[in-house]
Each structure stands twice: as C-alpha cells, then as structure tokens.
C-alpha cells in the first residue's frame, strides 16, 4: 500500500478516461532530473511503503548530486518481465521446483505465481540447419519443434499454470522485436486495488539486449534469470542510484551510412568512455533526427559498450511509431498526456543534468564493421582489408609474406589524408593513386592459404583465410530496423540484374525478428530477389548471433579443419565473441544487413569493397559495391509504399495462438509440474533440496583449489554452455548414456532446464583458454587431487574436488563476465562448487548473477592481478572475513591467502563486490531464490 507522503496522487484524464498517477513534480529537484531518473523516482513515489522504500529515498533521488559516485542503495520494481526461451525455460523449470518446495516447508505452492506480468517470447531455438532453398523456414521449424517437443509442453503447462504468464510461439520473432512492436506500453495503464493507475512501463529481461526497448523510452534492462525469477515474484530489483551520461547528438547521418554505422559508432565511443553500470540518456537537437527504429538498434547494443541502459526521451518521434506498429488510439493518447503532464516529454531546448558529457555530430559516421572477436573494435570500412590482414595473422599463427602486395589498397591510402571528416562515400569510387611508400601504416601483407574444395554438385574453388564462410541477416539489433532490411533487399535486387549472386562458399541465411518484414518484403516484390542469392528465410529467431548457425557447408568444414583455416562470418547482429558464431570460424564481423550481402557476393574479407570488384556479369564486367548500394531517396520509396500499421495490428493480432504445431502439443494440466524421470531436456532443479528453513551461517573458505585461471574480456560465452555439443564432451558423453543420438543433442541453449547437462557444459568453451592447463583450448584444467596435477575436463575435476570436499576459486582479469546476461554462467560456477571468483573487475549482470547463486565475487586490489601477485592457480587458497557478513556488516575487503606448492605465501586484501545490502541477504541465504523461496513460505 502506498504511503504517499509527498501528497503526489493526481488525476489523469484522457479522452474521457481517468487514471490515477503519482506526480514526479512534487519532489523538490525533480524538474533538473535526467528521464532515466524521473522514471525511476516515479518508481519509487508510487511504491513507498516506508520500510523498504522510504520518504528519504525519494528525497535523495530528488536532490540527486550528478557528481558523486553510486552509493545510495533504492529498490526498483519493474512493471513486468520479459524473458526469451533460452533463459526463460530454465526460470519457469525454477518457479515450478518452488512450488513443490515451499509446500514442503508448510507454505501455499499457489504464491510462487508471478505478480507482475511476465511475458515469454519462443525465439532461441530455431537453428539455421536449412538455408538457401525454399522451404528453408518451414523444415527448420519442423526440426525445431522435433527437438524442442519437451520443452515446448512444459511451457505450456506454465502458460496455463502460472497467472499473469504469456508465451509468443515459435516462429514468430524475437523477444525484442516483439516488445518494441507490441509488448511495450511506454505508459503502463493496470488497475491496483481497484483503481486505474499509469504509470511508466518499465522491465527487466531475461537477456541483455532488453535495452532495445530503451528506443521507446522504456527503462529496462537485462538481469540474470534468476533476478528475473524474484522480480517476478514481487520482488525488487535492489540498485545504486547510477551515474548517467548525457550524450548529446547533433546533425544528420549522411547519404551512404547506416543505422548499423552509427550503432558501432557509439559502441566503440562509449566503451572508451567506460560507462559499465552507468545509464545513458540521448539529447540535444540531434535526437529528432534518429527514427525510432535507429534508436532501438542504439539502445540495443547498451550490453555491447556496457552501461545498463542507454534510453531515448519521449518524443513525437515515439507517438509516431507506437502508430506505425498499430498500437490503440487510446494508449496513444494516453502516452502523449502522460509523458507531458509528468516532464517526461523531450524538449531539445532543456537539458537536464547529468554526471558526464559525451558528444557526437551524426554527419562524421562513416561506413564502418566491428571484429573479429568483440562488437567494440570498429573498423571503418575503408579501413577493413588492411585491419582484416593485420587481425588473420593472429589467428593463423603464420608469418606474413612480405613480398605480397598484390591486393595493396589503393583507396585507403588515398583517404588517409582526406580532410572529408565523413571519409568516402560508399556509392563513389575514389581512383585516386595509391602512394608510392612501401612502409605505408596501411601496407599489410597478406597471409595466404589455399585449400581446394569440390562441392557435391561439382563446383569447384580454392578456400584461403578470410573466406566468408557464413553471411547471415540475423538477430534483433538490425532486424527490426526497416531502413536497413529494405536496403539489403534493395541491394539483393540490384546484384541480381547485375547477374550477381553468393559465392558457393557462403552459408546465406534471413532471420528476421518479426513476421512484419517478410509482409514488406512480399509486398515490395522483393523477396524474389533475396532468395535468388541465397538469402531464403530460414526463421524468426536470433539463429546466427547467438550461435545457431548450423553447419557449414560440408565440404567447406572439411576444407576449414583439414587446413587449419581462419575463416569468416559476416553478420547483422550484436555479437561476434569466439566461438559464439560457428565452432569452425575463427573470425567474426559485425556490419549492416547491407553489407552482409555485399560480403556474400565478394565471398571474402580480404578487399577493399571501394576499390576492387565483387564479381563480374554476364558479360564479364567488374561489379563494384558503389554499383549496387541503394540511395535513401530509395530506400524511402519503397518504406513509405510497402510498410502499414495494418501489418502489425494483423500479425499480432492473436501472438500468443501459435500456429497449428503449438496448439497440437499435448499439455499436462495441474498446479504442479510431473517430472519425466527420462527427459534429458527438462530436470527438477537441484538448488533448493534438502534446503533448511533457516539459513545456516557462511564461513570463511579454506583449503580451496583453484579451477581456472583465466584472462580478460572472459565473457558469459565462454563460462556458460552456449552453442553445439560435442560427442566428445562430458554434456555429450551424459546425452549419449541417456539414449540420445548425436543427430539429437541440439544446442545447450535449448537444454537449459536441465542442470545435468548444464553443468557439465559450463566452463566448455572452445575458445576458452585455462591458463592452469597452458597449450589446451576449451573445457580444460588440471586434477591437483591427483599426483601431479594431470589435464582433465572442468567437470570431471569439479566432481573429483567434490568428492574430496575442496571448495574451488577461480581466478580472473578485467570484464570478467561480459556478454550476455545468461544465469548459467553463474548457476553453472556455482554447481561446479565454486565457492569465490577473484577478477580484476566485472560486468553488472554477471556479478550480481554469481551473488544470487551464492557465490561470493572478490575483485584484486587497485592495480594488482594474478599475475603481478606471482599467482600460477597452482596454490591452496584461503579467504577470511566471510564470517563478518552474520552481523550484518560487509567489509570493505577480505583476506586472501594463497600458499604455493614449494610453501610460499601471497596475501592480499581482496575488494568484496556484494554492493548493496539486499546483495548480502541474498548471499547469507544461499542466494536469491533461496532468500525469496524462505519469504514465501513465512507469508
């Protein structure tokens, strides 16, 4: 029940209807707040309780000093949830477990029901197994369905079982399309206690890119599925208020630039600027200048630079896209009244204030990929083949050959001492004369390989480094994006008159995020052009970027492993980390789904798209991108006569029906779920048996070994089982002894609800590099249970210590849990019997996540690291200090201690990451499921 002691209850009345609200404006300082700010301040207007949301609170986030560092801890209470399949299999998988075991501690199982809404979007599981035919879409969702049937059920079940939960089917989009075109209220209307509220429609997601709703000026972001789970049970998000950067746009993109430009452009920007667990918030003049669906691709990418949202204001901007996308007239309206009546309305002519300043003028964007490891390094395209040339050489392990020359780039050199700050124009060709100097910065030679391949139908070529082996029109980042889709398409139409086409070599696939583009691009009459280059519809779903590529191109893997070569993958999406894309392509790019089909037309990264040809037509004549690039004048065209709100109202008009695979799965009916003893896909969860009512006390660890040691930029991908399984691998070896065929692993992601598989994929990597077991790649570690410390598994030396009753550390550098907010990396950590991670700092999300499965984060101190501490991961380890969390207290730091085998000791005090006091319940109570579950079965 609401306190209301600032006397902030009003009335709303729009178009004959009356909402209740809670004004912004009758807190003192409010007027000078960032929108981020005065959304959260709402929050916490609406909810004060005065016990966990106090007046005080209020007043602090009012008198907000934008200088002073993170240190007031406030609760926020998001308006719903949002999950995808992937991460959301596993919490449902969680919710039901509790509900058998609150019943076991004497409580109600009816009260783990979500008490916000909770909203599940099926797009994770579709894999691009068929491509380049027709019929692609409709075989991949057959052989979707075949190996998700478990899954598919048990989400059924929850939908019916569990109140408030939604569930989109498969083959619809993904969850971050659909939220932005349909879930998204932007102004939540819902009745409390018998009156009509509004409010600002706020989330937390089961997946990083939540942020993409941020385009809407909607606050959300990505928590681990296990915050997902406690926010859905009432439960809230405990937060420091957070620094927040205003980013000033002015300008305009120019002709030639894209969407995917800009987005890589800020990327990069706000990754040097260093705003991990910061919000950004967009203003200035500028922001009438970027459509709606730009600002969704920008707040999209905010996981990729690393603040927690990167959020537009409300503008005319909003009102027109909830319009495009059909949202209700009287949602509209209410969205217009409220953003103005509560001075959350952009007006370019105040500007708030913020903690830091950042600026960018949209006409200096040039053309520009990110790669090959990490969506912050950006290339300019002009740029590429030398920064390709310089990367390969890393990822070959070759020397250069100094007396290659031959593909020297004479455009790059021209411009490096262009004064046009825009640099070239993809549509001109600059003939300009490369300089003379051999030494040029941009004179790289070339690594070069030459494996002969012979496809099944004859065709024959020759594969080198760099070849592009997949071309993929993939993920939410750039999807829902119809500037740029229809440019692809345009730029597909314009190849095939040109008697262009992919080269034989490159996986092609188009995963749109929803149905709505398909519907453009049939009644453009453009499809026919995408499918006569390969680029057939193989789903909706996220696919390429989050690993489901599916296979090469037999022969080409072979010709990839035989030769040891360092291919390529072209993608429209947000993420390029190793190993992420396809286990046999070494380097990954990030660029505009325009160029992932310029890329599968050249069929290489190592060319200067400027300067050299794509291929040749019928007549033999070079191609060149400038040839085949549409204008905007285009592009525009064919937006405003091909797009309607019709589109939307019609596709979602009955989202969560499903089509007729989904409305025949057999569904078990009952309030709590019966387990299949033999399902390899979902497991009762382990986390709460033989759980006490009351917490015992923590202790401090001795005695622990350490599991890995590892560098920087470890992300969740390389913690968290993510992508194929290996027959060969522990998770492989259980899916084997349990009657599964190989053809039947399917991917970890779609095995998430069940932890035995989970666990022994968890640390698997194959790009992951354990620097306790020098020379190996991928899930490996040394057994000190063992004379001599031998090479083994991850888990089958977790299951040893185990046995032997040692507690695990694992040892880590900088941005230690990057990447996408996937509560396995920390489930798994945990059930591996890692009691402590030591890195030298973290990203928010994984943090937290470890907190919340009772896993204790320490950080090295300021300046210091394994390395400069002499640490090999060989030592014994011991942390004191735990002990003082019972009293209510978290130090500062803790005692580490680590002797070495010859018996010398390293001491250090560790920083203690548990930062707010909700973080140090969680953790005195196992975590953060087991702090709720014990609640619930008091109530």
Known sequence: MSVNSFGAKASLDVNGTSYEYFRIGAVAGSEKLPFSLKVLLENLLRTEDGANITREDIEFLGAWD?????????????????????????????????????????GDASKVNPLSPAEMVIDHSVIAEVFGIAGAFEANTDIEYQRNRERYQFLRWGQKAFDDFKVVPPGTGIVHQVNIEHLARVVFPRTVDGVLQAYPDTCVGTDSHTTMVNGLGVVGWGVGGIEAEAAMLGQPVSMLVPRVVGFKLTGKLTEGTTATDLVLTITEMLREHKVVGKFVEFYGDGVAQVPLANRATIGNMSPEYGSTIAIFPIDDKTIDYMRLTGRDEQQIALVESYAKAQGLWHDPAVEPQYSEYIELDLSTVVPSIAGPKRPQDRIRLDESKPAFREAVAGFVGAPHDADDYSGYDRAVAATMGASDPTGPDPTIRDDSPAPADPTHHHMVPRVHAAAPVTLADGTSFELDHGAVTIASITSCTNTSNPSVMIGAA???????????????????SLAPGSQVVTDYYDRSGLTQYLDAIGFNLVGYGCVTCIGNSGPLIPEVSEAVNAHDLAVSAVLSGNRNFE??????????????????????LAGTMDIDLFSEPIGQDA????????????????????????????????????????????????TPDGETFDWDPDSTYV????????????????????????????????????ISPAGS?????????????????????????????????????????????????????????????????????????????????????????????????????????????????IAESYERIHRSNLIGMGVLPLQFPEGQSAESLGLTGEETFSVTGITELNDGVTPQTMRVSAVKPDGAEVTFDAVVRIDTPGERSYYLNGGIMQYVLRNLAKA
């Not at 345009?490 to 490159?506: I, Q």
């Not at 894309?581 to 070494?586: E, Q």
């Not at 592009?635 to 695979?661: C, K, W």
């Not at 490996?780 to 598994?793: E, M, Q, S």
């Open 579 to 600: 190993g992420r894309i396809n286990p046999d392509v070494k380097m990954n790019y990030l660029a505009s789904p325009m160029l992932v089909i310029v890329y599968a």
């Open 490 to 508: 345009l730029v597909a139409k314009k190849a095939v008159e040109r008697g262009l086409t992919r080269k034989p070599w490159v996986k092609t």
């Open 619 to 666: 007549d033999g004549n070079d191609v060149f991108m400038r040839d085949i690039w549409p204008t905007e004048a285009e592009i525009d065209e064919v937006i405003n006569s091909s797009i309607s709100a019709e589109m939307f109202v019609s596709r979602y008009a009955d989202v969560f029906a499903g089509d007729e695979r989904w409305r025949s799965l057999p």
């Open 725 to 837: 399984i290996k027959a060969d691998s522990p998770a492989g070896l259980y899916l084997t002894e349990h009657g599964v065929d190989r053809k039947d692993f399917n991917s970890y992601g779609s095995r998430r609800g069940n932890h035995e598989v989970m666990i022994r994929g968890t640390f698997a990597n194959i790009r992951l590099r354990n620097q306790i077991a020098p020379g190996t790649e991928g899930g490996f570690t040394r057994d000190f249970t063992v004379d001599g410390g031998p090479v083994t598994t991850v888990y089958d030396a977790a299951v040893n210590y185990a046995s032997a009753g040692v507690p695990l550390v694992v040892l880590a550098g900088k941005e230690y849990g990057s990447g996408s907010s996937r509560d396995w990396a920390a489930k798994g950590t945990a059930l591996l019997g890692v009691r402590v991670v």
């Open 66 to 106: 934008p200088s002073a560092e993170p240190d007031h801890e406030i609760q926020f209470t998001p308006a719903r949830v949002i999950m995808q399949d992937f991460t959301g299999v596993p919490c449902v998988v969680d919710l039901a477990t509790m509900r058998e075991a609150v019943a076991q501690l004497g």
């Open 683 to 718: 497991r009762k969860a382990p986390y709460f048996d033989d759980m006490p009512a009351e917490p015992a006390p923590v202790g401090d660890v001795s005695g622990a070994r350490v599991l890995l040691k590892l560098g920087d930029s470890v992300t969740t991908d390389h």
